[in-house]
């Protein structure tokens, strides 16, 4: 009867172990599944997307913005909100750029370098703060942004341009397309 009774308590835990066991495979099998149904998903989900949210996502990777966009670095995030021509100086373009101070601390944004460049032709053109238009003061300090107007004279106006922000402080390599001038 001893005998019995201590076959029977083996013979439950051994089921007891192995459908442990066959459980636990089960469950692996159905995570892998889900990895693949979520990767199949979100390969469908790409497909999905329009040639305008695909050519945004393409310009985005390679670093170049709008109007209206704007970029964050370590010291300062610039968005760049408009350009045109000068009434008063048809080969010259200006450039409406904000400059907002994301530091503790104020920043002197007197080392900041404008570039505008034609992708065509390979010219680059440096840009001049206009003063008469905004004060000439370029301290930024913590959490508050100067509105700037940045001016480049160019011999011939082009279809489309490339305008950059130098900075030595805060490195980064982000272009905004300069369209629609004429």
Known sequence: ???????????????????ACT??????LTENDKVTTTSQNN??????????????????????LLYGES???????TRVHSAYLEET??????????IKNVRGEQIDISELKYHLNDEKSKKSYNGKVLTDKIPSETIILANESRELNIS???????D???FSVES???PVDIRWKIDNLK
Not at 23 to 28: E, I
Not at 45 to 56: A, C, F, H, N, V
Request: aromatic fraction near 8%.
């Open 160 to 162: 489309e341009y490339m």
């Open 23 to 28: 459980q636990d495979n089960s469950n692996d």
């Open 89 to 98: 100086n048809p080969s010259s373009i200006v450039v409406n750029v904000t």
């Open 152 to 158: 480049f004279d160019v011999p011939e106006i082009t």
């Open 168 to 170: 030595s402080l805060d």
């Open 43 to 64: 390969e469908t989900y790409t497909m999905g997307l329009s040639t305008d949210d695909q050519e945004r996502i393409a310009r985005m990777e390679k670093g170049i």
């Open 1 to 19: 009867m001893r005998n019995n009774i201590f076959l029977s308590i083996l013979s439950i835990m051994i089921v007891t172990i192995m459908s």
């Open 71 to 77: 970029t964050k670095g370590g010291y300062f995030s």
